[in-house]
C-alpha cells in the first residue's frame, strides 16, 4: 500500500488530495481559496505533518522544475519556477504564495517532489520550445496523469496505447496537452494560447510592444484580464453559468468566445496527434451543466465537420471537494514511489525531465538578461 499526497496551486483554490493505492481510501481533501495561501503559506504543510506514514507528496511547481526531491531544489529554480517581478512581488500577487510553499517544503523534512512542466519533458521535441515558457504547467501534467489512470481504470488500457488530447478549463485560463502513445509531445500553456475565462491568452505582438510602452512596468495580473469576463462584466462562473442557461447575450458572447478558443486550442493540437483515441476536458467549468454541454456540443459539430468522430469524456477525480489536477499530482506522487500506477510515470518519463523555463529563449543575449532578471 503507497500512501500520497497531491497539492495543485489552481487560481481559485490550493487543492489537496492523499489516497492509498490498495483501498482507494482518501485520507486528505480539502481546497483552500488561494487569498489563504497568500497570507498562510505554511498551511498544507501543517495539515500533511498531522498525518502518519506518507509515502510521497508531489507538490505543484509553477511553470515546472525537473524531477527532483524538493530538498534538492536550487532556491533559484524555484524562483523561476514562480517567476514574478520586484513590483509584483509588491503587489502580493498570489503566485508569491505558492513560492513561498515552495521553499518551505524545500526546508522541510517530508518526502515530497517538485515535477516538471510540459516544457521541460525530453518527449517534446525541441524545435517545438523554441521562444516558449508557458507550454503547460506543472498541474496540467498533473490532469494528464488522472487522464491516464481514467484510461487504465476506466477504459482497461495501458498507457502506452493511449492517445488523446486533453483540454484544461480553468477558472483563469484554458489550456490544452497533446498525449501519443502515453508521451506528451506538445502543450498550449494558459498565458499562450487563446482565450480563458479572466485570461486573454496569447498577446499579439504589436500589443505587447503597445503595453510595454505604456505601462513599463508591466504586471503578471495583467495576464489574468482580456477574457471572457470582461464580456460579461461579472468574475462569477455561476452567474456566467445563468447567463448561458437563459441565452442571455452577454452569455452568448462570452460562450462562443470561451468555446471557439477551446476549438483553436483542439485544432491546433490536432497538428501534432492528428488521429486521437479521445478527447479529455477537465477543470472547474466541466462542473458547469450549461458551460460544459455548450463546449461539448461544440466539440462535436467540429470534429464532425472535419469527418473526425471520437469520444468526448470528462477527467474523473478521486476527491470529492478537489479537482482533476490534485487527483493527477496524488497518482503521480503514487507512481513516483512505487505504487499502483508507477508503469504512468514510467511511460510519461517524468524522470528524464530537465532544463529551466527559459532554456529555449533565443536570442542568447535575451535569454541571459531574463535570467538575471529574475
Given at each position: 500500500?503507497?500512501?500520497?499526497?497531491?497539492?495543485?496551486?489552481?487560481?481559485?483554490?490550493?487543492d489537496i488530495l492523499g489516497f492509498d493505492d490498495e483501498k482507494q481510501e482518501i485520507f486528505l481533501d480539502k481546497a483552500i481559496p488561494r487569498e489563504v495561501i497568500?497570507?498562510?503559506?505554511?498551511?498544507?504543510?501543517?495539515?500533511?505533518?498531522?498525518?502518519?506514514?506518507?509515502?510521497?507528496?508531489?507538490?505543484?511547481?509553477?511553470?515546472?522544475?525537473?524531477?527532483?526531491?524538493?530538498?534538492?531544489?536550487?532556491?533559484?529554480?524555484?524562483?523561476?519556477?514562480?517567476?514574478?517581478?520586484?513590483?509584483?512581488?509588491?503587489?502580493?500577487?498570489?503566485?508569491?504564495?505558492?513560492?513561498?510553499?515552495?521553499?518551505?517544503?524545500?526546508?522541510?523534512?517530508?518526502?515530497?517532489?517538485?515535477?516538471?512542466?510540459?516544457?521541460?519533458?525530453?518527449?517534446?521535441?525541441?524545435?517545438?520550445?523554441?521562444?516558449?515558457?508557458?507550454?503547460?504547467?506543472?498541474?496540467?501534467?498533473?490532469?494528464?496523469?488522472?487522464?491516464?489512470?481514467?484510461?487504465?481504470?476506466?477504459?482497461?488500457?495501458?498507457?502506452?496505447?493511449?492517445?488523446?488530447?486533453?483540454?484544461?478549463?480553468?477558472?483563469?485560463?484554458?489550456?490544452?496537452?497533446?498525449?501519443?502513445?502515453?508521451?506528451?509531445?506538445?502543450?498550449?500553456?494558459?498565458t499562450s494560447g487563446f482565450p480563458g475565462f479572466l485570461g486573454g491568452g496569447f498577446i499579439d505582438a504589436e500589443l505587447c510592444y503597445a503595453m510595454a510602452s505604456?505601462?513599463?512596468?508591466?504586471?503578471?495580473?495583467?495576464?489574468?484580464?482580456?477574457?471572457?469576463?470582461?464580456?460579461?462584466?461579472?468574475?462569477?462562473?455561476?452567474?456566467?453559468?445563468?447567463?448561458?442557461?437563459?441565452?442571455?447575450?452577454?452569455?452568448?458572447?462570452?460562450?462562443?468566445?470561451?468555446?471557439?478558443?477551446?476549438?483553436?486550442?483542439?485544432?491546433?493540437?490536432?497538428?501534432?496527434?492528428?488521429?486521437?483515441?479521445?478527447?479529455?476536458?477537465?477543470?472547474?467549468?466541466?462542473?458547469?451543466?450549461?458551460?460544459?454541454?455548450?463546449?461539448?456540443?461544440?466539440?462535436?459539430?467540429?470534429?464532425?465537420?472535419?469527418?473526425?468522430?471520437?469520444?468526448?469524456?470528462?477527467?474523473?477525480?478521486?476527491?470529492?471537494?478537489?479537482?482533476?489536477?490534485?487527483?493527477?499530482?496524488?497518482?503521480?506522487?503514487?507512481?513516483?514511489?512505487?505504487?499502483?500506477?508507477?508503469?504512468?510515470?514510467?511511460?510519461?518519463?517524468?524522470?528524464?525531465?530537465?532544463?529551466?523555463?527559459?532554456?529555449?529563449?533565443?536570442?542568447?543575449?535575451?535569454?541571459?538578461?531574463?535570467?538575471?532578471?529574475?
Amino acid at each position: 500500500m503507497v500512501r500520497a499526497i497531491g497539492i495543485d496551486s489552481g487560481t481559485m483554490s490550493m487543492d489537496i488530495l492523499g489516497f492509498d493505492d490498495e483501498k482507494q481510501e482518501i485520507f486528505l481533501d480539502k481546497a483552500i481559496p488561494r487569498e489563504v495561501i497568500t497570507e498562510r503559506p505554511d498551511e498544507p504543510i501543517r495539515l500533511i505533518k498531522n498525518l502518519k506514514n506518507i509515502d510521497a507528496i508531489v507538490v505543484s511547481s509553477g511553470y515546472g522544475i525537473p524531477l527532483k526531491k524538493v530538498q534538492d531544489a536550487g532556491i533559484e529554480e524555484i524562483e523561476w519556477a514562480t517567476f514574478i517581478n520586484k513590483d509584483d512581488e509588491k503587489r502580493k500577487l498570489k503566485i508569491i504564495g505558492l513560492r513561498k510553499l515552495m521553499k518551505l517544503f524545500k526546508e522541510s523534512d517530508l518526502p515530497a517532489y517538485f515535477t516538471p512542466g510540459v516544457l521541460q519533458l525530453e518527449t517534446v521535441p525541441t524545435y517545438r520550445k523554441i521562444n516558449r515558457i508557458d507550454m503547460g504547467t506543472s498541474d496540467k501534467v498533473f490532469s494528464v496523469v488522472q487522464a491516464l489512470k481514467d484510461e487504465k481504470d476506466i477504459y482497461g488500457k495501458k498507457p502506452s496505447e493511449s492517445s488523446f488530447i486533453l483540454i484544461e478549463i480553468g477558472y483563469a485560463y484554458t489550456a490544452s496537452v497533446s498525449l501519443v502513445n502515453g508521451k506528451i509531445v506538445d502543450g498550449i500553456g494558459g498565458t499562450s494560447g487563446f482565450p480563458g475565462f479572466l485570461g486573454g491568452g496569447f498577446i499579439d505582438a504589436e500589443l505587447c510592444y503597445a503595453m510595454a510602452s505604456a505601462e513599463p512596468a508591466f504586471s503578471k495580473y495583467r495576464l489574468f484580464q482580456g477574457g471572457v469576463s470582461e464580456i460579461i462584466n461579472e468574475s462569477s462562473i455561476d452567474f456566467f453559468n445563468s447567463l448561458v442557461e437563459s441565452k442571455e447575450p452577454r452569455g452568448l458572447d462570452g460562450i462562443k468566445m470561451m468555446s471557439e478558443a477551446i476549438l483553436k486550442d483542439l485544432a491546433v493540437m490536432l497538428v501534432s496527434n492528428p488521429t486521437p483515441q479521445r478527447i479529455y476536458l477537465s477543470g472547474r467549468f466541466t462542473r458547469y451543466p450549461a458551460i460544459y454541454h455548450y463546449i461539448e456540443n461544440s466539440i462535436k459539430k467540429f470534429m464532425s465537420s472535419i469527418s473526425i468522430r471520437i469520444p468526448i469524456s470528462k477527467v474523473s477525480t478521486i476527491g470529492r471537494t478537489t479537482k482533476e489536477a490534485a487527483s493527477g499530482a496524488a497518482v503521480l506522487a503514487n507512481g513516483l514511489a512505487g505504487g499502483k500506477y508507477k508503469d504512468i510515470v514510467n511511460t510519461l518519463e517524468i524522470r528524464k525531465s530537465r532544463n529551466n523555463i527559459f532554456s529555449f529563449i533565443k536570442p542568447q543575449e535575451i535569454r541571459h538578461k531574463i535570467q538575471c532578471e529574475f
